[in-house]
């Protein structure tokens, strides 16, 4: 994919709904989604963020052939290990049952946080390329915050759908707090 | 280490805290002005015993903390030679103190740089160029 940067590429973002942790049941269930969106949508390009997402994007990549990246972060999804596990905790086999195959056979190139992930993978099998892009200070950090920011959002959540955020809770929260703005009601 | 304050900002689970907090550590919760925070403090520390990055420990580094942090996951590779890379629990107070004694390196800001906007943005438009 070479003038990257004169022409617009459509990522297809593989997000998926809880983050590191996903049950197999949301893992079908977003793969349908996924399979849906990718038809119509005829992205450039298929990026997968986390572990979890490996096994979709393998999917896709091998349906579709479009070129696929998938960035490893250290978690990977075990029914065995409970949901939210770190890599080094997970014992090989299970990295090579699950993942490597299809890592090795349908995905074209991996990025990882570090060194230390990448050197896992690769020690464990994983034989394509892995570039090492670290996370990112935010450069508006150093600026000083805005003070008393007037909003009219009466309520923000930003994060993750996962059930242990409990967002049931803060749907409940949100039907018994008085709302000036109606026009900004729930529905 | 009764002669250093210790202050933990954020949320900590109550289960993970002992019932009675010594008089030199107080918990902050999550604090609106974060960065003067790291202004005031000398040193931050970071016991991940799993760390798949670490960005804070970076955001620390940027306003001149000397970081302590265990020898952990990506931990080691984002402190360098900047900070202390702690291998037990034995020597945490040791390496406090040495953190606390210890100064600024030259070349931190060269360092720092790898974990900026634009150099992910290169890195990331060379992944895509090599596909």
């Known amino acids: 994919m070479s003038h990257t940067k004169k022409m617009k590429v459509n990522f297809f973002h593989a997000g998926l709904a809880g983050g590191g942790g996903i049950s197999s049941h949301l893992l079908e269930k977003n793969l349908l989604l996924h399979n849906v969106e990718i038809t119509s949508k005829k992205p450039d390009l298929i990026h997968g963020y986390g572990n979890p997402t490996i096994p979709i994007v393998a999917s896709l990549a091998k349906k579709t052939g479009i070129p696929s990246v998938v960035t490893l972060n250290g978690v990977i999804y075990s029914k065995s290990l409970g949901n939210y596990t770190p890599i080094n905790k997970v014992p090989k086999y299970i990295r090579n049952q699950y993942m490597l195959q299809k890592m090795n056979r349908y995905i074209d190139c991996f990025t990882t946080l570090c060194n230390y992930y990448r050197n896992q993978w690769i020690n464990d099998g994983l034989i394509k390329p892995v570039t090492i892009i670290p996370n990112m200070i935010d450069s508006e950090f150093n600026a000083p915050r805005k003070k008393n920011k007037p909003s009219n959002i009466p309520f923000l959540y930003v994060g993750e759908k996962s059930y242990w955020r409990d967002l049931e809770t803060l749907k409940k929260a949100y039907t018994v707090i008085k709302i000036t703005d109606t026009s900004r009601q729930p529905n | ?131």
């Open chain 2, 1 to 131: 280490m009764p002669d250093v304050n210790f202050y933990i900002i954020g949320k900590v689970k109550t289960r993970y805290m002992p019932k009675k907090l010594p008089s030199n550590l107080q918990m902050m919760g999550y604090v609106d002005n974060l960065e003067e925070w790291y202004k005031k403090a000398r040193v931050y520390c970071q016991f991940s015993r799993y760390e798949s990055f670490g960005l804070s420990v970076i955001e620390a580094m940027n306003y001149g903390c000397i970081p302590v942090v265990f020898n952990a996951g990506a931990l080691p590779e984002i402190v360098g030679e900047y900070g202390i890379i702690s291998n037990s629990e034995d020597s945490l107070d040791k390496d406090i103190y040495n953190a606390l004694s210890m100064k600024q390196k030259p070349g931190l800001v060269d360092w720092l740089s790898q974990f900026d906007n634009k150099h992910r943005e290169k890195k990331i438009i060379e992944v895509i160029e090599n596909l």
